[in-house]
């Protein structure tokens, strides 16, 4: 009997594993495994695909990730693995560059903990996820440089007004009204003019609490197959499909309702006073609007929604991670809503 417990452990935490490697898989753009004791690192097709390498076609050890970091980024990368390592965070986390194979770098996330230890607790296996964030990066950048530049004339004009004449007060009034410009535009995404990721987060936090005190819903929207627009028809006019998407989603919507660019060609909604069956009963509409547009190019597309109510106690996670597992289900076959009604 013992002998059986112990089988179906084991084949509980197989699956266990798989669900989670498969769930690494889609929201990151490659993995990686790494067994202490061998040495191994295993890293997914993704990982390779994502650098422009053939898939395993590079050695599964860490001196391959080791000497793909950018010189720059190799001792704070190292130090934050030892901080992991001698237990003073939760879980390796690191924003570095990575060489590719054509020789240029793009900048990654690589969030990673132990998930397997010996009969003593020593750690033997680590799984982690790489994030290809280098357009997050540049823009980022784009955006303090710009920041400071506006910051520093703005200094500048104060010193000037104080000595000199109204006419450089006005200038200081137009470059403050500058300065609030640029932190909107730090609210939107600069493709579609909607709140960005960021900026969703927040509001959602600072509302959650009115939230969680009454029904509503958060629904997860994602363009099925957007990759082919793009290798067929060039970014530039996937560019115009994302630019239209809020054009045929706003008029369904009420002015409390929140909707967001969530990444990439995933959209987010939080609606709230909305019931479980009345978020399906809208996803469904949207869902129709655009399987039924025709964009630029006479361009076709469909989308998939996940649905997830919120519930008394929830947190936000919950919540989103619900919505996920809802469009994940979808996305199985496209062109659906799939979504789950609070008891």
């Known amino acids: 009997m013992a002998e059986d417990n112990g089988e179906q452990e084991l084949e509980r935490l197989r699956s266990l594993e798989k669900t989670l490697l498969l769930a690494l898989d889609i929201v990151s753009d490659g993995i990686w495994d790494w067994h202490r004791l061998t040495g191994i690192v295993k890293r997914n097709a993704r990982w390779y695909q994502m650098l422009g ?44 560059r990575f060489k590719k194979a054509d020789g240029d770098y793009i900048w990654l996330q690589d969030q990673a903990r132990f998930v397997e ?49 109204r006419e450089l007060a006005e200038a200081n009034t137009a470059l403050v009204q500058q300065l609030a410009l640029t932190r909107e535009q730090a609210r939107t995404d600069y493709l ?53 998407i809020p054009e045929l989603l706003r008029p369904h919507l009420r002015h409390q309702d929140l909707l967001a660019r969530w990444g990439g060609e995933e959209f987010i909604l939080w609606l709230p006073d909305t019931s479980g069956p009345a978020a ?4 469904e509409r949207l869902r129709h609007t655009l399987a039924e547009a025709r964009f630029c190019r006479d361009i076709h597309l469909t989308a998939s929604f996940g649905v997830a109510v919120c519930r008394p106690g929830d947190t936000i996670q919950q919540v989103l991670r619900r919505a996920d597992a809802c469009l994940y289900r979808a996305k199985r076959e496209r062109n659906k809503v799939a979504g789950e009604v609070a008891p």
């Open 53 to 96: 390498y053939e898939p395993f076609s590079l050695p599964e050890t860490v001196n391959t990730w080791l000497e793909l970091i950018h010189p720059d980024d190799y001792p704070a990368t190292m130090a934050a693995m030892q901080r992991y390592l001698d237990g003073e965070a939760p879980l390796f986390s690191a924003r570095y």
């Open 117 to 165: 230890f010996d009969e003593h607790g020593e750690p033997v296996r680590m799984l982690g996820a790489h994030q290809d964030i280098h357009h997050q990066v540049q823009a980022e950048e784009e955006q303090r440089q710009h920041q400071a530049y506006l910051e520093q004339l703005n200094r500048e004009l104060e010193r000037k007004v104080q000595e000199r004449t």
């Open 280 to 283: 399906m009963h809208l996803s």
């Open 192 to 244: 579609t003019g909607l709140f960005n990721r960021r900026h969703f987060d927040q509001v959602l936090n600072e509302q959650w609490q009115q939230a969680a005190r009454q029904v509503s819903a958060i629904v997860l929207l994602d363009l099925d197959y957007f990759k082919e627009v793009n290798d067929r028809h060039g970014h530039q006019i996937g560019d115009l499909v994302l630019q239209t």
